[in-house]
């Protein structure tokens, strides 16, 4: 069975940088194929991919955020790790870990992130 | 950057097929994906590489690319369809997804 599940902070204060851990289980990261992805969703929005890192470490990130973002991986621990500097209201949105690549085919239950003064 | 457009919200009657839309610049030269998202949960895959369901997804579900459209199939669309619906390609390096599609069945 595939489980994956997003930890961090619920509420930051505009600048702060912003940490999520997506701990999983089920499968490996290590494994030809395998990624896993942060997307997030603003109240009422779409979904939006933030970054990716896969099998070989490699990691992709939205065009838009690239500045912003970091994805890094331990794959002893099963965990994949967000950092997200310069938070803004903006950024308010539930962040989804999901494993995949090219397709995501199992999902988080998602964290709602919150920032404000 | 590359855009995936979908029509905001589409209608159909219990028993209806529903077609949901995907547009975006050849898209026919990409692989498309499908989610399907109901209220306050997480997004689920429900198709992949265009036409391939994944393991539980009803048989009712379908898809095609070609062109520059991708298009979800519901045949027999029912109560528990009711979602939205979010398209999604893969392109320069990054997963890009449509803005989402709202389906309601009455």
């Known amino acids: 069975q595939i489980t994956l599940k997003e930890s961090g902070p619920t509420l930051l204060k505009p600048t702060q940088t912003l940490t999520l851990t997506c701990t999983f289980s089920?499968?490996?990261?290590?494994?030809?194929?395998?990624?896993v992805g942060w997307i997030r969703q603003p109240p009422g929005k779409a979904l939006e991919c933030l970054a990716l890192?896969?099998?070989?470490?490699?990691?992709y990130y939205s065009p838009s955020l690239r500045n912003r973002l970091t994805i890094t991986r331990d794959t002893s621990k099963n965990q994949v790790v967000l950092t997200m500097t310069n938070m803004d209201p903006v950024d308010r949105a539930t962040y989804y870990c999901?494993?995949?690549?090219?397709?995501?085919?199992?999902w988080g239950q998602g964290t709602l992130v919150t920032v404000s003064s | 950057s590359y855009e995936l457009t979908q029509p905001p919200s589409l209608s159909v009657s219990p028993g209806q097929t529903a077609s949901i839309s995907c547009s975006g610049d050849?898209?026919?030269?990409?692989?498309a994906c499908w989610y399907q998202q109901k209220p306050g949960q997480s997004p689920v895959l429900v198709m992949y590489?265009?036409?391939k369901r994944p393991s539980g997804i009803p048989e009712r579900f379908s898809g095609s690319n070609s062109g520059n459209t991708a298009t979800l199939t519901i045949s027999g669309t029912q109560a528990m369809d009711e979602a939205d619906y979010y398209c999604?390609?893969?392109?320069?390096?990054?997963?890009?997804f449509g803005g989402g599609t709202k389906l309601t069945v009455l």
């Open positions: 050849k898209l026919g030269d990409k692989y």
């Open positions: 890192i896969d099998w070989n470490n490699v990691q």
């Open positions: 590489e265009d036409d």
């Open positions: 999901a494993r995949g690549v090219r397709y995501f085919d199992s």
């Open positions: 089920g499968f490996s990261l290590t494994t030809s194929g395998v990624g």
């Open positions: 999604q390609a893969w392109d320069s390096n990054t997963a890009v």
